[in-house]
């Protein structure tokens, strides 16, 4: 996918939905072991604590790392 913004390929990976901060994480790489921090490729989303989440989820998102926004589809 090319970024709206600058046209440089962006990269495939995901936003998991467990136990760590709100990350954007590439394809290939898993979530940090360590609860509560970023996994070593992750990109850290703006984001707030939850103590209750549900876990095993995840989301498709593409990064621009020239742009610094990721991009991400929609259900509807």
Do not use: D
Request: charged letters at 15%; aromatic letters at 10%.
């Amino acid at each position: 996918m090319k970024c709206p913004y600058c046209q440089e390929e962006m990269q495939l990976g995901y936003i998991p939905n467990g136990g760590q901060p709100v990350q954007w994480i590439p394809n290939g790489e898993r979530p940090s072991v360590l609860s509560f921090s970023i996994a070593e490729q992750g990109v850290p989303l703006i984001n707030q604590f939850k103590p209750f989440k549900a876990n095993g989820y995840k989301a498709e998102a593409h990064y621009c790392s020239n742009c610094k926004v990721i991009i991400a589809p929609t259900k509807n």
